[in-house]
């Protein structure tokens, strides 16, 4: 879900958040950038262009270099 308000210094910021992505704001000159960029975003969403951090937080390097190791004493010499 996106928000949309105007700051002290008349500027933009687009605010958006969904279960499950990082959130994500940005800020702009223009009320029409903003409005542009959050439905950029959502749709990049819907559409799943964006990466889903929330498996990412639960991978430790550890497991990472233990996986790369059972899959590299796999492959022939």
């Known amino acids: 879900m996106a928000t949309i308000r105007q700051r002290k210094n008349k500027s933009w910021q687009g605010i ?11 800020v ?20 799943g ?6 498996l990412v937080s639960k991978t430790l390097l550890s497991d990472l270099i233990e996986r790369y190791g059972r899959k590299r004493s796999l492959l022939p010499r």
């Open 16 to 26: 958006i958040r969904r279960k499950g992505f990082p959130h994500q704001s940005r």
């Open 28 to 47: 702009f000159k223009l009320k029409s950038d903003t409005l542009k960029w959050v439905r950029s975003v959502e749709v990049s969403f819907d559409q």
């Open 49 to 54: 262009y964006q990466f889903n951090h929330s």
